[in-house]
């Protein structure tokens, strides 16, 4: 392809320390490489330049904008269904029976719920408002863990109410709550035992989760999870039936969750010693780390079940332990990929970083608001131009949003074509998880809708918020 007539040339670019390589050619410029985008995320076909834009399901993201509106997620359902599926596939050992609850912390709606369901997978669920979007999704309660530091007394007798089928235990208080809750109802809650295993997961530190000095589970090292289990055992209205342990998120070394599932099975040859009982649940918890860049190479489903059935299999033979039932917790390797969001470029800036390169701010119509990640987690993602193909040469660029703060980066160094304009779309990649999940009205901002793509039809899964629908949760300037 021939070069920009008033840029500099490709493959002539030279990237400034820090920063990565200036894509190579106009094909590596648009490229949407399968690891990072949804299944059916495409260029479309045709000669001109213009018509060479992204289609995800067969729907030019031209006409999702146009419909939708932007800034927009979009949510490939094939894509979802395939990675939930293989998810399901990779632990369905007739051997060593399994089940992989969906974390729906990481994106949840009561469409999601059910495409989970069908799926056969079961649901994690941290709070009262999951828990009610998957009853409204009629979700199977017995097939949904309960999770959470500080579940209230309300959200755990909600849980009772419907029959929620496994109560993941995170503090003696809860252990107390949880029992009184289940005995005022009559019932016999099943639990697991959250473990904080010590592991220092390879990831960021605000993601890590079961190191000693953060605040989830009972510490196995401090002897607290041992006792959480004495008097679990002691309480008639609790029924222990595993233990837990979830190290943290977007993690790629399998070390961790080696380190993991030994430290389990070892505690569960403990109480088989001091109790006489076999744990029935190992849980595993969830943190599988996905492609945000071409760079990323996770695993896939089938070799981190093949891996962690082995550790288990192995550690469980040599305590003379009958194998348990796993679990694993997979959000963000389910969701993460599936969902793309689409904005729209407005200011484009110049600025001048004084080393022989310029930075151009491309300002588009959300940022922080509806990904956070950037700025809370240094999260790196892959931006395109979507609405088209340019052939202008890249320039080094920042996506930025429309928020009051500076900190509002949504891809802090990427490559552009030079001629970007208002009225372009950008797609980044892999936004499916704690994306939505985690979006804000920072600045009066109402959050973006979640449109879910197949077969060429587009279905809202989660509407657009409006400015009324901030204004009502003012109370206003009359009192009453
Ligand atoms: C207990 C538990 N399970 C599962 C998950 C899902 O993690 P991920 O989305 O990284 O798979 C989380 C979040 O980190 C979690 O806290
Ligand atoms: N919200 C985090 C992951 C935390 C997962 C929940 N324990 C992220 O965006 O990466």
Known sequence: MRAHPAGPRFGEILAPAGAPAAPADVEAMHALDPVVWPSTAVRSGGDALEQRAVTIAGIDVRDLAAEHGTPLYVLDEVDFRARAAAFRDAYADPDVPADVFYAGKAFLSTIVARWVQ???????????????????????????????????????????????GRYVVDSFEEIVRLAAAAEARGVVAKVLVR?????????????ATAHEDQKFGLSLS??????????????PSLRLVGLHSHIGSQIFDTAGFEVSAHRLVALAGKVRDEHGIEVAELDLGGGMGIAYGSDDDPMTPKEMAELLRGIVVRECRALGLDVPRIAVEPGRAIVGPSMVTVYEVGTVKQVDLGNGHVRQYVSVDGGMSDNIRTALYDAEYTVRLVSRVSEAAPVLARVVGKHCESGDIVVRDCWLPGDLAPGDLLGVAATGAYCRAMASNYNHVPRPPVVSVRDGVSRVVVRRETPDDLLALDAGLESD
Do not use: Y
């Open 118 to 164: 069908e799926e056969g997978l079961g649901l994690d669920v941290c709070t009262g408002g999951e828990i009610l979007t998957a009853v409204r999704a009629g979700f199977p309660t017995a097939r949904m863990a309960f999770h959470g530091n500080n579940k209230s007394v309300a959200e755990l007798d909600l849980a009772l109410e419907h029959g929620i």
């Open 195 to 207: 473990v904080t295993v010590g592991v220092e997961a390879h990831t960021h530190e605000f993601i």
């Open 222 to 235: 401090g002897g607290q999870a041992e006792e959480a289990v004495r008097r679990i055992l002691k309480l």
